[in-house]
């Protein structure tokens, strides 16, 4: 099944209204990369059609990005409009691996998945300066890492 990214993003909300988890827009831009990531490595297809662009502070979906841009830094909304308007039935395997990339970065910060989505060869092939450069899915399906170990 294909989904857009809102729709995923409407997934994701929904599992941390749940969860209690907050987002903020920089944090959920971080989680789509990497559920896209773990799709790709994992099945070869993508969890949503919508391309990353090589951003300054990490990885983007510039629509998602815009639409989400009045929180500023604050948690997103859970009942937000744009939310409920891309509500879609979301498999049992795509909302599983929604699941499993909140629980792997549910203990990170916002600025810490930035860092470490940068520090991925899909993002630092694709970044130059002042530019935004598209992140191919070929690209992060090859170069693709999940770099979401604990430190220490």
């Not at 989680?31 to 662009?53: C, H, N, R």
């Not at 300066?129 to 690209?139: E, F, L, V, Y």
């Amino acid at each position: 099944m294909s989904y857009t990214a809102m729709q995923i993003v409407s997934e994701i909300m929904r599992q941390c209204n749940f969860e209690n988890i907050g987002m903020t827009n920089l944090r959920l831009q971080m989680v789509l990369y990497y559920i896209q990531t773990k799709s790709l490595q994992d099945t070869g297809t993508p969890a949503f059609e919508d391309d990353f662009e090589a951003w300054r502070v990490g990885p983007v979906i510039r629509d998602v990005y815009w639409e989400f841009m009045r929180y500023v830094g604050l948690g997103i909304e859970f009942d937000d409009s744009i939310l409920k308007k891309n509500r879609a039935p979301i498999d049992r395997k795509t909302s599983k691996l929604v699941h499993e990339i909140l629980v792997l970065t549910r203990y990170f910060g916002a600025w810490d998945l930035a860092y470490r989505a940068k520090k991925t060869a899909a993002y630092r092939w694709s970044y130059i300066g002042g530019m935004t450069i598209p992140i191919s899915k070929n690209r992060i399906k090859e170069l693709g890492e999940m770099n979401l170990e604990k430190d220490g």
